[in-house]
Every structure is written in structure tokens, then in C-alpha cells.
């Protein structure tokens, strides 16, 4: 278990016997806080070998901006994430680059709402 990690959730395929059961996905959340307080959480596609925000981070973010497009390729180009436009996610092959890149967006989005209490 990575020292940021505060819960791991394990799901699997329910078919009924025992023997086909196959682990299919898991949550990770996270001591980290987003920008409302709450645990950064993220998920693992077993199969396909990937970590994913399953789009929270995004939604977060397209609440802040119109061009929650651009920020997010501009962050994840930065920290080796990807976004999937399609599935409105963030998508990386490490748990940590993900993190990272959200980390990065939520900060953007703190910072951005400090920003327009100043003006």
C-alpha cells in the first residue's frame, strides 16, 4: 500500500461461482484533498492496466472554466497524463502520475477562485 493511500476498495464480476470471480476494478482514496475537502479518489482498471479520475476531476473543472479542455491537456501534458475528451477523464498508466495531475488541477481550480476574490 503507497503511504497516500487511506482506503482501497476491491470489486469484482459476480457470476455466481466462486472459481470465475475476477477482480475487475479498484478505488483508491486518498489522504490528499480535493479542492472541496473531500479524500482525491481514483480507480484501476485491472484489465486494462490503467488508473483513472473516472472524471471527477473534470467535472470539477468544467465548472470553473469553459476551456476545461486546454487547462486539462496543458496540465496533463506537463506531468504525462492523458485526457480522454470522449470519457471526460483523466487517464495514466502510473497511479502517481495521476495523482500528480489532479493534484495539479485542483490546485488550479483553489487558486483560480482565490484569484477572483481579489479582483
Do not use: P
Not at 469484482?12 to 473531500?38: A, H, M, P, W
Not at 502510473?94 to 477562485?113: R, S
Amino acid at each position: 500500500m503507497s503511504l497516500f493511500e487511506k482506503q482501497i476498495n476491491h470489486y469484482y464480476n459476480e457470476t455466481g461461482l466462486e472459481r470465475f470471480k475476477k477482480l475487475y476494478s479498484i478505488d483508491y482514496v486518498t489522504n490528499f484533498e480535493d479542492n472541496e475537502g473531500d479524500g482525491i479518489t481514483y480507480s484501476q482498471d485491472v484489465n486494462r492496466g490503467t488508473y483513472s479520475d473516472d472524471g471527477n476531476c473534470i467535472y470539477l473543472l468544467s465548472f470553473e472554466t469553459d476551456n476545461w479542455v486546454r487547462v486539462a491537456e496543458r496540465i496533463c501534458n506537463r506531468y504525462g497524463c492523458e485526457l480522454d475528451v470522449d470519457n471526460e477523464e483523466l487517464v495514466a498508466k502510473e497511479d502517481y502520475i495521476l495523482v500528480q495531475t489532479m493534484l495539479a488541477i485542483y490546485a488550479w481550480i483553489e487558486f483560480k477562485e482565490d484569484d477572483n476574490e481579489l479582483h
